[in-house]
C-alpha cells in the first residue's frame, strides 16, 4: 500500500499546480499584477533588464490566467482580448529587453498600461 501512496501523492501535487485556474479575478490577484507591473515598469527605466524581464514573462503568464478565466466565463470577447493583448505588449518587452532596446520596453509598458484601464473601465464594477 505504501509504495502506491507516494507516488499518488506526488501526482496529485502536480496537477493542483498545473490546474491553478482563476474562480474569479480577485482584488488581491490584481493587486499583485499591478504590484509586478509597477516594478518592471521602474527596472525598465532604471535598465536593469533581467529583473524587468523576469516580471514580464511573471505577468503574461498571470494574464494567461485572466484570459482562460474569461474565456472560460463567456459573453466577454472583449476582456480576452485585452487579455490577448496585454500578453502581447508583455511578450514585446521581454524582447525588447533582450535585445537591450529600453526605448521599445517602455512604449510597450505604457501601451499595456492603457489595457489596465480599458478593460477596468468595463468589468471593474466595484468602485
Ligand atoms: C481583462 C480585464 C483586466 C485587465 C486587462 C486588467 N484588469 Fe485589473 N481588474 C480587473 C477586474 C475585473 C478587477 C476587479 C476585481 C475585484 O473584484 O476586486 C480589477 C481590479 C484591479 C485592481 C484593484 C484591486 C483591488 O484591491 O480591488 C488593481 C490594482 C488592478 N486591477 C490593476 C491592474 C493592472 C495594473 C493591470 C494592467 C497591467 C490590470 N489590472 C489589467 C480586470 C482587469
Not at 505588449?89 to 510597450?108: C, G, P, Q, R
Amino acid at each position: 500500500m505504501r509504495k502506491l501512496l507516494l507516488p499518488l501523492i506526488i501526482f496529485m501535487g502536480l496537477a493542483g499546480s498545473v490546474v491553478a485556474a482563476l474562480d474569479e479575478i480577485e482584488g488581491d490577484f490584481m493587486q499583485d499584477i499591478e504590484d509586478i507591473q509597477k516594478s518592471m515598469a521602474s527596472n525598465i527605466s532604471l535598465q536593469d533588464a533581467a529583473t524587468a524581464r523576469s516580471e514580464a514573462v511573471e505577468l503574461e503568464a498571470m494574464f494567461k490566467d485572466v484570459e482562460d478565466f474569461y474565456v472560460r466565463k463567456g459573453d466577454a470577447a472583449d476582456a480576452v482580448d485585452w487579455s490577448k493583448d496585454s500578453r502581447t505588449y508583455l511578450t514585446e518587452i521581454v524582447k525588447a529587453l533582450d535585445a537591450k532596446n529600453f526605448d521599445v520596453a517602455s512604449e510597450s509598458a505604457v501601451a499595456l498600461a492603457k489595457t489596465c484601464k480599458a478593460c477596468h473601465k468595463i468589468y471593474k464594477t466595484d468602485d
